[in-house]
């Protein structure tokens, strides 16, 4: 017997949905499976004094300072938490840019409490698994493969990763500055991600560390487009390591919230919106303070980590997408458009600095370009008296140049 028109819509329906969220949300919820995922959202939620709906529907707990996940790690059992760095590192001639996030239009966090969004169970089923949910894979940092000079674009040994990147090998470095351009990029796929940020590394293969902040559009991971405020580092090449609140990140801020939406967002040709990101090792307590805009959110302690515990070797600033398609997606970098389009048209990332071994900020130099396929997406750099150390990213993706 034929099937009917209904069926057949049923049939469609269901294909589709395994299409777009993958393999974790075709498996079956069997006991163990719920078991393993209200375990783990007991250990990332914990119980709040106050929680806040945020008009994105995202749900804000606000929780003690003191229960957050960071002293889940086993390195934080007995830590002492620090409000404030010992200093600040020189040289901030930058005004800082004010932050917006739209939970705040239904309220803020009391003192002595940190908003922490909420993880529900169908976030962690968006997942590949539910042991890499909020984690990232190995080969998730630009890597050179040879350099030709500061205006090279080597080749990268990314796999499903595409950037447009700006390196500078700073031998001993202590932190950055720089302002970041914020976009809405489009987003092919459910499993596809798009996000711009700076990394700050030392070390390489599984001793690598890395502390990564910046903006993201992750559908799989928060269930929208929105961009993202997101922070992530790893102490052994990814094999551990994690997204946002998990533990490790000592928040210290009751009005930031990490993974909490970010807006308003540039216009191709309109108005253009920059929030700045600082990241800084305290000189006495060895910690990396993060600051968003104006405000001081939070650390990651020097214990967690191995070669970071001394100083950075390398640190990055530019745009990534991840994809399933690499090569053949349509997931947008930055704004979607390429470099050679300038402001308000191209995204940019400007007032590029290094934190050097006196704790003062410097403009950025000798940068080494990484764009692994830049018909697909690419990046340029310059100096200007506005804009300082810049690069403007991106790209469209999959287009007739872009093999």
């Given at each position: 017997m034929a099937p009917t028109p209904t069926c057949l819509l049923t049939l469609v329906v269901a294909l589709t949905f395994l299409l777009l969220e993958g393999p974790a949300?075709?498996?079956?919820?069997t006991a163990e499976r719920q078991r393993e995922v209200q375990s783990l959202l007991k250990q990332l939620n914990k119980p709040p004094l106050a929680t806040i709906e945020s008009p994105d529907g995202d749900i804000i707990d606000c929780v003690h300072i003191s229960k957050q996940p960071a002293f889940d790690h086993p390195l934080l059992k007995d830590h002492t938490i620090q409000m404030q760095p010992s200093s600040y590192p020189g040289g901030l001639y930058?005004?800082?840019?004010?932050?917006?996030?739209?939970?705040?239009?239904?309220?803020?966090?009391?003192?002595?409490t940190v908003p922490i969004r909420?993880?529900?169970?169908?976030?962690?089923?968006?997942?590949?698994?539910?042991?890499?949910?909020?984690?990232?894979?190995?080969?998730?940092?630009?890597?050179?493969?040879?350099?030709?000079?500061?205006?090279?674009?080597p080749s990268v040994t990314s796999g499903r990763h595409q950037y447009g990147v700006a390196s500078a090998p700073v031998g001993k470095g202590y932190g950055t500055k720089a302002t970041f351009n914020l976009w809405r990029p489009t987003i092919a796929r459910a499993g596809d991600f798009s996000l711009t940020q700076l990394w700050?590394?030392?070390?390489?293969?599984?001793?690598?560390?890395?502390?990564?902040t910046g903006w993201q559009v992750y559908l799989n991971l928060y269930a929208d487009n929105n961009p993202r405020l997101f922070i992530f580092w790893t102490n052994d090449g990814y094999q551990t390591g994690c997204y946002n609140l998990c533990s490790g990140f000592v928040q210290t801020n009751n009005q930031i919230a990490i993974a909490g939406t970010l807006s308003p967002v540039s216009t191709y040709g309109g108005t253009q919106y920059d929030f700045d990101i600082l990241v800084f090792k305290d000189q006495k307590g060895g910690n990396w303070w993060l600051q968003v805009g104006s405000s001081l959110v939070g650390y990651w302690p020097s214990s967690l980590f191995s070669q970071l515990a001394d100083s950075a070797s390398t640190i990055q600033w530019g745009g990534e997408i991840f994809s399933?398609?690499?090569?053949?997606?349509?997931?947008?970098?930055g704004s979607g458009h390429f470099p050679h389009e300038g402001f308000g048209k191209a995204s940019h990332i400007k007032n590029i600095q290094v934190v050097d071994s006196s704790n003062t900020l410097n403009p950025a130099s000798g940068l080494q370009l990484i764009a692994g396929q830049p018909h697909c997406y690419n990046v340029t750099n310059g100096n200007s008296g506005d804009f300082g150390t810049y690069i403007y990213y991106g790209g469209s993706g999959k287009n007739p140049n872009c093999q």
């Open positions: 949300a075709a498996a079956p919820m930058h005004d800082s840019h004010p932050i917006t996030q739209t939970w705040h239009q239904n309220g803020k966090c009391p003192e002595n909420r993880t529900k169970e169908e976030d962690i089923l968006r997942a590949s698994s539910i042991r890499m949910y909020g984690k990232k894979s190995p080969g998730s940092i630009p890597n050179l493969n040879s350099i030709n000079g500061p205006s090279s674009t700050i590394s030392a070390g390489s293969g599984n001793d690598l560390n890395t502390i990564e399933g398609d690499a090569g053949q997606t349509s997931t947008q970098m």
